[in-house]
């Protein structure tokens, strides 16, 4: 039976309503992004993943993770480190800042992460990694969650292995990304062993990897028994991703709603960031655009722009039709919950570059 992907499901004591999680990506999931995929379907939205040296420092650029708005919920921070009490310390101040959930990182392949005993180079010491997600469980009261690739090596078993581990120390809920660290994102996803996965745990299992449509998430679905499904690269730029799978026939955008949603985003971003925006956003603009025609034309000017103001200027110049949709968005952010308490950090840009 094809499970409904807009079907609600917990995680503890969280109810999440609809089987769509929108991926811990670093320097993509700022809060705008969050926000963005709450509205257009996802049920559980994560931060990129903080760093529990940086908040145990108070350095400033991490603390700028810990900005959650009201309309954000349920959400995850995602925090990694390899020093139990450190990550413990973290943990408790990620819910202090207001986080449903506390997610471990176990799956990032970067180097300056897993150099450091974090991330993907838990999965080879899961002692180690028992005793973080003990530790982060003990610490604080909301559900604890960890995020694992299959492992260092391309035909590594180690989540299989790891995953009972990390239930019997208290985790409440698993993703697995069934990709080896040294693939980083090539290949294919082997959802074989999220089934496995699936039958070795009585907590929720939560497939990531390859999910791009509402036909690869019903498959995953269908294929492991999982939980939910967890859509990263997929939702790039392209928010409807998440609309198409939570949603039933609906419609390809059209230019106009593409760019003034791009706006939308924009301006959300440059609320958050100040003068950092610009060069931020820039990666963003092809992921919105691709495919749309005579794209190429405006894109030199969008990624020297200095400004968002002058960025969104040459997107109303090349497709002046998103005018009025942009007028709706205006009217519709103008009724949001959205006061001074919502951005009292300032949101960094991220210093990683893998999740």
């Given at each position: 039976?094809?499970?409904?992907l807009?079907?609600p499901?917990r ?27 709450r ?7 994560c931060?990129?993943?903080?760093s ?6 108070a ?16 959400l ?43 991330g993907?180079?838990a ?6 990694a028992?005793g973080?997600?003990?530790?982060v ?6 559900p ?17 292995e ?40 009585s907590?929720?299992v ?7 449509d ?11 028994g ?7 690269r997929?939702?790039?730029g ?28 924009m ?6 960031m ?5 060069s ?14 005579a ?40 009724l ?20």
């Amino acid at each position: 039976m094809t499970v409904d992907l807009r079907s609600p499901w917990r995680i503890g004591p969280v109810e999440i309503p609809t089987r769509l999680v929108l991926a811990p990506m670093a320097g993509v999931s700022v809060q705008a992004f969050r926000r963005q995929g709450r509205r257009f379907g996802a049920g559980l939205v994560c931060s990129e993943m903080v760093s529990a040296a940086g908040l145990a420092h108070a350095n400033e650029r991490t603390l700028g993770y810990l900005r959650i708005a009201r309309d954000e919920h349920p959400l995850a921070v995602q925090i990694f480190g390899s020093d139990p009490d450190r990550m413990a310390e973290a943990a408790r101040m990620v819910v202090d800042a207001g986080s449903d959930i506390v997610d471990i990182n176990f799956g990032c392949p970067v180097r300056k992460v897993t150099k450091t005993g974090a991330g993907a180079s838990a999965l080879s010491d899961h002692d180690l990694a028992c005793g973080i997600a003990g530790a982060v469980a003990d610490a604080v009261e909301v559900p604890v969650t960890a995020k694992m690739r299959r492992g260092i090596e391309n035909e590594s078993r180690d989540a299989l292995e790891l995953g009972p581990r990390l239930e019997a120390v208290g985790v409440a809920s698993l993703t697995l990304h069934p990709r080896s660290a040294k693939q980083m994102y090539t290949g294919t996803a082997d959802h074989t062993l999220t089934a496995e996965l699936v039958e070795r745990v009585s907590v929720p299992v939560i497939a990531s990897g390859d999910v791009v449509d509402r036909r690869t998430a019903e498959r995953v679905l269908d294929s492991t028994g999982a939980a939910a499904v967890m859509v990263g690269r997929g939702a790039q730029g392209q928010p409807w991703t998440l609309q198409e799978m939570a949603e039933r026939d609906t419609e390809a955008p059209q230019p106009g709603e593409v760019v003034a949603e791009l706006i939308r985003f924009m301006r959300e971003v440059e609320r958050e960031m100040g003068d950092r925006a610009a060069s931020f956003l820039r990666k963003f603009y092809g992921w919105y655009l691709r495919g749309m025609p005579a794209a190429k034309s405006v894109k030199p000017a969008l990624t020297s722009a200095p400004t968002v103001a002058e960025a969104e200027a040459a997107l109303l110049r090349f497709c002046p039709e998103a005018r009025d949709r942009l007028a709706r968005h205006e009217a519709e952010l103008a009724l949001l919950p959205d006061t001074e308490s919502d951005r009292l950090l300032d949101l960094p840009i991220s210093i990683y570059g893998g999740g």
